[in-house]
């Protein structure tokens, strides 16, 4: 039994996983809706919880993929429907208000259950270093089919987000449902990576890796390459460090956490001499 | 992919970190009282790892890379079962690919196994909110469990290293006795608030009430890992007014904000505890040590706090 054996699994989430949370990290920091994946998280926690509460009350084994896909689905329509409404109203507020109502309506939810925290901390909050092959495959075969269908589609989606007075002639309504596909797309990458790596992990693979891009490149595909290049080598460098940290015994996710913020500031520096 | 691998797996051999010092068993105890019982009757010559500090809940345990590369190396892992680490250790060990460690091994010891186990549900009806299907998992804090629960642990221990049997059961003869000579102790201490009521957070200290004929069935929580809410507390404190109830016990995990709060509206006092060797001071890997200091603490405050 090698040591490397052990740490296997991790490695290959970490190397397989992240690449589409920084696609999508693009979207959401043009789109100005930091934190759109906290609030799509905690309302794919809220259909767990009532899907917990049920399953305890009848006494059967809940369907509870499909219910946190299900609450996701609401979300991501109520985040299309509300991207127009931003004259008095700024989306920052609405999801803001989702976050916080569902984080407060999963522990009403999960006061009438028995187990509590601890059945919904097993459920969403995975731990990276405590993946299993499984886990791996199947999330990693759902990304595929997810990124080819943002591959195929990538002029409309690419449009409504960097190019939005361009796709406006599509009508609001075709609008709507083109951003409805995105977020209930994303939705799913979200949810799903959380279950794998915890909530910290989401947020920092999605937004760090797009900040600094935007900050080193002005193309796209320029910003695409260098976040998958950061969230790659911050990635393996925090797993090696938590992993080998003499006597500090680092968890694993926030040390690949902090290892992007260091990315950042380096790109920053970076950006900096660049401009002079 | 190759690449990485190979960088990886280079690292990780040239890195001389993991390499655990020293023969002799490697036991692995998931909370610090079974460590503090291996400890009586390994003593030094077991390397011991313990996962769950004393100041936390043992309910939730975060994983580090440590966890993992010790259970991997472990001749032998001890949990408290009856699903106290139902929540984090499982996912543990299947990281740590050892397979004597899973289920039915030879390296997995149920410290419940052999214990009589209070509160187990006759319907398993959720709504109750019993988390813990198969009973309380809170044993140790009876002395006389405690006594069992060793010398399981050194039938074990004697099982996978004959070579140190002698020098375990020395030590287990040496712990019976030290515990017999202090539960005639601690039960004097308490003797004089036998049927006493005591208020707790969480349902940690029936064992401890049974064994000393106490009464500890009021609880801050309304139920196991529920934070407490307004109403529950209200009829807390109602009930505290109502018998005269004025012990509130709290652990370092647990929100002694929420016990002080209690304990203003009931003239209460809030009595610092803790189930884990080390979560009090001066208590580290000391079964003994810690009893004594909850011991005192319960017997002073029921003392101070009694009908005179």
Redesign the interface.
Known sequence: ???????LWP?LAI?LLPGILVYFGLHVVERGVIFVDLALAQIAALGVCVAIVIG??QGHHPHTYLWSLAFTLIGAAIFSMTRFHHARVPQEAVIGIIYVVSAAAATLV?????????AL??LLLG?V??V?RSDVLWTFFLYVVITVFHFVLRDKFLSITFHEKRALPMGGARLRLWDFLFYGTFGLVVTSFVQIAGVYLVFSYLIVPAVCGALLSARILGRLVIGWAIALVAG?AGL?V???A??L????GPTIVCMLGLSLILSAGLARLKRT | MRTSRSILTALLILLPCLAEAGGGLKVVATTPDFAALIHAIGGDGVSLKIMAKATEDPHFVDARPSHIVSLNRADLVVESGADLEAGWLPPLIEGSRNKELLPGGAGRVLGSAGVRLLDVPEVLDRSRGDIHAQGNPHFLMDPLNAGIVTRRLTEHMCRLDPASCPSFRENLSRFERTLDERMLRWTAALAPHRGASIVTYHNTWRYFAARFELVADTFLEPKPGIPPSPPHLASVIGRMKQTGMRVILVEPFQSRRTAEKVARHTGATVVDVCQFPGGLEGTELDYFALMDANVSAIARALGGAGPR
Do not use: C, I, Q, Y
């Open positions: 039994m090698s040591l490397f054996d052990l740490w490695l190397v305890t009350h999960l006061s009438r259950s028995a187990e509590g925290d601890e901390k097993s731990d270093l405590l299993r393996v090696l938590s992993v080998n003499e006597g015994d680092l968890p694993t």
